[in-house]
Nanobody, 126 residues
Framework: QLQLVESGGGLVQPGGSLRLSCATSGFTLDYYAIGWFRQAPGKEREGVSCINSNGRSTNYADSVKGRFTISRDNAKNTVYLQMNSLKPENTAVYYC???????????????????WGQGTQVTVSS
């Protein structure tokens, strides 16, 4: 059964850090780009970061560049999102998703992702 399961969310103070994990199963992670997305209340889901299949190419939303780092460990079937210097506006449900096609550069286009995790809540508040 193909699954993506996010973990690592929680409540953190402004300026704090969290590391999100996306544990995958049921497919060969090595073949696929993975994206991290978020959705805040009343807002559309948006791309945060993505990484291609071998980890050599990454993208970041302008709002998180220099603060967030995406990485992957294909041997552990897991993709990570390290989030530093968190701000209240980063509060959202964070999702990971699998690119629907093999071996290509990642994108923030939601329609290019076919399987999604259930999400993990990140709340940044004092």
């Amino acid at each position: 059964q193909l699954q993506l399961v996010e973990s690592g969310g929680g409540l953190v103070q402004p300026g704090g850090s969290l590391r999100l994990s996306c544990a995958t199963s049921g497919f060969t992670l090595d073949y696929y780009a993975i994206g991290w997305f978020r959705q805040a209340p009343g807002k559309e889901r948006e791309g945060v970061s993505c990484i291609n299949s071998n980890g050599r190419s990454t993208n970041y939303a302008d709002s998180v560049k220099g603060r967030f780092t995406i990485s992957r460990d294909n041997a552990k079937n897991t993709v990570y999102l390290q989030m530093n210097s968190l701000k209240p506006e980063n509060t959202a449900v964070y999702y990971c998703a699998r690119d629907r096609r093999f071996f290509r550069l990642c994108t923030f286009s939601l329609k290019e992702y076919d399987y999604w995790g259930q999400g993990t809540q990140v709340t940044v508040s004092s």
